[in-house]
């Protein structure tokens, strides 16, 4: 492909299924997941058959839910190179679990994943982006548990998730005893506030022109641009569930773009994963300026 920029942006994905998601939970519980049609494999692997056809790799946050499931999946994203880390195992809030249960939630992720692919699970990403300010202290155990990075912080504000005082590029958080480089979801500055752009709902609602724009943007200040899609959103003929007006509009606005779109992205800016990212930086460069 053509028209790549020069800048080396992170790509990641977070791997639930269309019915596992926050908005759809009033009308999905837990104990039903077991009833519902699962299009999170053949979905998976149309993102899987792009990302080979321009030889792109990214960070796969997978659900422990599903891993425990599908492990077949799991070895084929890690089989492809990409990079295989936590998203929880239930999807649940952070902010509404309590600190043991979090922990709980978190080693169940950790062992069902490495006990697939055999290597060590470094990284995590909160369920809807829910370490807020109620619950920062998720920081401190993902830390106790041997987490090397995060990606959990959106500097906006959002009435499921989002730390709008959060430094809007990686940066390395640190408490008495460990440290841990947060990967926080790219937002642009625009008049002073924080403006998402770059990847769910937004990156699908948006025009592509002013999504590329914000890339260019975070690249000019010399940062990655954090792109995050799910693989339901691959789905446009996904069943249809009811819920709320304003989530039903979250979760299903413009499904028929996110391929257009993500192909866009892939042809115009460079992409790598987490891991991938992390280990070409140095540390003096990841951290300045924040």
Same mark, same amino acid.
């Given at each position: 492909?053509?028209?790549?920029m020069?800048m080396?942006?992170i790509?990641?994905?977070d791997?639930e299924d269309?019915?596992?998601?926050?908005?759809l939970?009033?009308t999905?519980? #837990?104990s039903?997941?077991e009833?519902y049609?699962?299009?999170?494999?053949?979905?998976?692997?149309?993102?899987?058959d792009?990302?080979?056809?321009?030889?792109?790799?990214?960070?796969?946050?997978v659900?422990?839910?599903?891993?425990?499931? #599908?492990p077949?999946?799991?070895k084929?994203?890690?089989?492809?190179?990409h990079?295989i880390?936590s998203h929880g195992y239930?999807?649940?809030l952070?902010?509404?679990?309590s600190?043991?249960?979090?922990?709980?939630?978190?080693?169940?992720?950790?062992t069902?994943?490495?006990?697939?692919i055999?290597h060590p699970? &470094?990284g995590y990403?909160?369920?809807?982006?829910?370490?807020?300010?109620?619950?920062?202290?998720?920081?401190?155990?993902l830390?106790d548990?041997g987490?090397?990075?995060?990606?959990s912080?959106?500097?906006i504000?959002?009435d499921?998730?989002?730390?709008?005082d959060?430094?809007? #590029?990686?940066?390395?958080i640190?408490?008495n005893?460990?440290s841990i480089i947060?990967?926080?979801?790219?937002t642009?500055k625009i008049?002073?506030k924080n403006?998402?752009?770059?990847?769910?709902g #937004?990156?699908r609602?948006l025009?592509?022109?002013?999504?590329r724009?914000?890339?260019?943007? &975070?690249?000019?200040?010399?940062?990655?641009v &954090?792109?995050?899609?799910h693989?339901?959103?691959?789905d446009?003929?996904?069943p249809r569930i009811k819920t709320?007006?304003i989530?039903?509009f979250?979760?299903y606005?413009?499904?028929?773009?996110?391929?257009?779109?993500?192909?866009k992205?892939?042809?115009?800016?460079k992409f790598?994963s987490?891991k991938?990212?992390?280990?070409n930086?140095?540390?003096?460069?990841?951290?300045?300026?924040n």
């Amino acid at each position: 492909m053509t028209g790549k920029m020069k800048m080396q942006n992170i790509l990641t994905i977070d791997v639930e299924d269309y019915f596992q998601v926050e908005n759809l939970k009033e009308t999905v519980k #837990y104990s039903d997941w077991e009833k519902y049609e699962c299009r999170v494999i053949k979905n998976t692997d149309k993102v899987l058959d792009i990302l080979d056809r321009y030889s792109t790799k990214a960070t796969f946050f997978v659900l422990g839910w599903l891993a425990e499931r #599908y492990p077949e999946l799991v070895k084929k994203i890690d089989g492809a190179g990409h990079e295989i880390a936590s998203h929880g195992y239930a999807h649940n809030l952070i902010y509404e679990q309590s600190q043991e249960d979090f922990r709980a939630d978190l080693r169940r992720s950790k062992t069902i994943l490495e006990n697939i692919i055999k290597h060590p699970i &470094v990284g995590y990403r909160a369920p809807s982006y829910s370490i807020t300010k109620k619950s920062v202290w998720a920081l401190d155990i993902l830390m106790d548990e041997g987490f090397e990075y995060d990606s959990s912080l959106f500097p906006i504000y959002h009435d499921l998730g989002g730390l709008p005082d959060a430094k809007r #590029y990686p940066n390395e958080i640190r408490n008495n005893r460990h440290s841990i480089i947060e990967i926080p979801i790219s937002t642009v500055k625009i008049v002073g506030k924080n403006i998402p752009f770059s990847g769910g709902g #937004y990156l699908r609602l948006l025009p592509y022109r002013l999504i590329r724009w914000a890339a260019k943007q &975070v690249n000019r200040e010399g940062y990655p641009v &954090v792109i995050y899609l799910h693989p339901w959103e691959f789905d446009k003929d996904q069943p249809r569930i009811k819920t709320g007006r304003i989530k039903s509009f979250r979760h299903y606005v413009n499904l028929h773009k996110t391929v257009e779109k993500f192909k866009k992205l892939l042809n115009d800016f460079k992409f790598t994963s987490i891991k991938d990212f992390l280990k070409n930086q140095r540390p003096e460069t990841l951290y300045e300026k924040n």
